[in-house]
């Protein structure tokens, strides 16, 4: 046996030992939801992304995800829809050009019990070009099929990333300053 050979048998050898599993890439399925509420002077709102993407990557081992890393999100905002054409315009413009994104640095997940586990990443939220440290808890559940649901809410306010609260008429009707991201998102390999 060659000394590279060699090597790389011990390497797998002491994977296998360890537990090592081979990392799956995991993607958000069609039926995955991401809304964003908020309040106003007037009334509540909420408008729901039409469109992003999902994805990250994970060890499966008996149901439970472990080593979950790359880990991001991103929900272009011309995709929300506040199911009102002036609200829709009023966000876009307080929130810019830019992509909504989340990207994790951390992600720790407790062993699934009777099917369900929770989810902590750690990461930074970019909000129209300004980033700042964001965790995100969910709820997660393990699905037939190798699939995996998670949910949670998020509070985001919009000040700390330089946005300002949409207005209209005139100023008297305002949207408060703190939203709720709130997701339901299955995901698959």
């Known amino acids: 046996m060659t000394p590279r050979a060699f090597s790389l048998a011990l390497l797998v050898a002491v994977a296998g030992l360890a537990g090592w599993a081979a990392l799956e890439r995991f993607t958000f399925a069609s039926g995955s939801r991401i809304t964003v509420e908020g309040t106003s002077t007037v009334h509540d709102w909420t408008c729901t992304a039409g469109s992003f993407t999902g994805a990250f990557d994970a060890a499966v081992a008996e149901a439970a995800l472990s080593g979950i890393n790359g880990l991001a999100v991103t929900v272009p905002v011309g995709a929300l829809d506040c199911n009102n054409g002036t609200m829709n315009g009023k966000l876009r413009d307080a929130l810019g050009a830019s992509a909504i994104r989340f990207v994790a640095s951390t992600v720790r997940a407790t062993p699934p019990s009777g099917g369900r586990f929770a989810v902590e990443a750690d990461g930074q939220l970019t909000i129209r070009g300004?980033?700042?440290?964001?965790?995100?808890?969910?709820?997660?559940?393990?699905?037939?099929?190798?699939?995996?649901?998670?949910?949670?809410?998020?509070?985001?306010?919009?000040?700390?990333?330089?946005?300002?609260?949409?207005?209209?008429?005139l100023g008297t009707l305002r949207t408060g300053d703190r939203v709720t991201v709130r997701f339901d998102v299955t995901v698959s390999r």
């Open 130 to 169: 300004a980033t700042r440290a964001q965790r995100v808890q969910a709820q997660g559940q393990v699905l037939r099929d190798g699939r995996y649901r998670f949910t949670g809410s998020v509070p985001v306010t919009m000040s700390q990333f330089g946005v300002d609260p949409p207005t209209a008429m």
